[in-house]
């Protein structure tokens, strides 16, 4: 959504509709922003993929063993074969696939917008590590087949960079520094690129939020192999055209239920775009 509305902002809301028959049309698909960490004696940096949603197989795991698997978000593309041989016949070790990015740090604010009172909060975000010792961030893949829809792609992450991500822009949070790559440069770049490429697998991973079609993703969700979760999404629509007109507030959108990155389908979904207006 954050694109969607910088994208707007650069090139009009005429213009979205270009960007969303691209995704319809198959001929722009992303992820969702996943986290990549480079330690000073690492050559390069890891990118990680979200944890496959399987059931383990092997039936040796201790309540500890399930609890380390459980506290696990996230793992680095060129070992999620092991992970998976870790699940289907226990060979490892858990800790093999834990990876810090970061802390929650909580700062305290006064809000003053609306009160008669000055009201004191407080925001909690989350600091990736960057220093001498390691680097953390998040990075985005995005397949793209049209030359002049990725100039204008790579020019609203830039510009989106200085605008700010995430639901406390106006504090000054959520701003970066973008830099485009391809997914030849690293080991589990190139991990990435080889399953991204796998037609076949037996196994297709959610890399982003899915909203599945109705009409063709209904059997894959009810196929007894099928392994997913799912997340409420809400949020307010950045358009002036869905404000209160009496007190001049932005009005909230419709719900919808999304697939959670990490599910993992025997086929690979076709998903859909929903109109959440009212």
């Not at 459980?70 to 800790?95: C, N, T, V, W």
């Not at 960057?130 to 953390?136: H, K, M």
């Not at 510009?159 to 030849?184: A, C, M, N, P, R």
């Amino acid at each position: 959504s954050a694109v969607c509305i910088e994208w707007t902002n650069l090139y009009g809301e005429q213009s979205l509709g270009e960007l969303l028959d691209a995704v319809s049309s198959g001929s722009l698909s992303f992820s969702s922003l996943l986290p990549w960490r480079q330690a000073s004696t690492d050559p390069e940096a890891t990118y990680f993929l979200p944890k496959p949603l399987l059931s383990p197989l092997a039936t040796t795991y201790a309540p500890s063993i399930k609890k380390k698997l459980k506290k696990i978000s996230f793992i680095a593309a060129d070992q999620i074969s092991h992970y998976i041989a870790y699940l289907m016949r226990g060979e490892g070790s858990p800790e093999l696939f834990s990876a810090e990015f970061g802390m929650p740090v909580t700062y305290d604010r006064v809000g003053i917008r609306d009160n008669e009172q000055p009201l004191p909060y407080r925001v909690t975000a989350w600091r990736f590590f960057d220093d001498e010792r390691i680097a953390c961030g998040l990075y985005w893949l995005v397949a793209i087949s049209d030359r002049s829809l990725q100039v204008r792609l790579l020019k609203t992450v830039r510009s989106l960079g200085v605008t700010g991500i995430g639901g406390k822009t106006s504090s000054g949070y959520g701003t970066f520094v973008s830099e485009h790559t391809d997914l030849v440069h690293s080991s589990s770049a190139q991990a990435i690129s080889s399953m991204l490429n796998h037609p076949n697998a037996r196994w297709h991973m959610a890399l982003g939020s899915v909203i599945p079609d109705i009409h063709t993703d209904l059997v894959i969700l009810q196929n007894t192999d099928s392994r997913y979760l799912l997340s409420s999404r809400s949020g307010f629509p950045a358009s002036a055209s869905y404000v209160d007109a009496t007190t001049g507030r932005a009005l909230k959108r419709k719900n919808c239920v999304v697939i959670r990155e990490g599910s993992c389908f025997p086929t690979a979904l076709s998903g859909s775009i929903l109109d959440l207006s009212y």
